[in-house]
C-alpha cells in the first residue's frame, strides 16, 4: 500500500491514474489518499505536564483557591498561610488571604495583608481593588474612594479588558 501510495505522488502518475477513473473512482481515490497522508503523519500528542515541575507553593496556592471556590475559607486560610511561608513574595497568595480574610469579616487582617501585597507589588490592580473594597467595608469611605479610584486609573493605563 505504501509503495502504491508514493508511487500516486509522483505528479505524472497521479494525475495519469486519476483521469483514468470514472468519478466515483475519483473520490474513493481521494479518500484513499488523505487516509494515507493522515495515517502516515505522527500523532501530536499534548505533553504530560508532570506534578515535579509545579514548585510546591504554586500546588498550595492552587488547593486553596479550589477551598476558596467551595467556600471554606478557613481551610484556604490555612494553605495560604504555608503559600506565604514557602514563599514571602507570593503577590496573588496575599491577594487571596486577604479576600478570604474580608469575607470572614476579619478587616483589620485583610488591610494588614493588602499592605503586605502592596510592599510586594506596588500600584497593583487587584491589590487596589481589594483595599477599597475593604475599606469601604469597614465603613472608611474616603479611603475607599482614593483606592478605587487608583484602581479604575490602573485599569485605564494598563487596558486590562476584563477588570472585576
Known sequence: MLRFGLYLL?????????????????????WLFWLLIWCGT???????????????????????????????YKEALILLKQVLKKNPSHLDAWNKTAEVKIKLKDYKGAEKDLIKADLVSPMNFETCKLKGINFYLSGKFKEAKVELDTALFITKEEKIDEAE
Open 10 to 30: 509522483q505528479p505524472m502518475n497521479l494525475r495519469n491514474y486519476l483521469h483514468s477513473y470514472s468519478k466515483p473512482a475519483f473520490n474513493i481515490c481521494k
Open 42 to 72: 505522527p500523532r501530536l500528542v499534548a505533553q504530560e505536564v508532570k506534578n515535579d515541575s509545579i514548585p510546591e507553593d504554586q500546588k498550595l496556592y492552587l488547593s486553596a483557591v479550589k477551598q476558596i471556590d467551595s467556600a471554606r
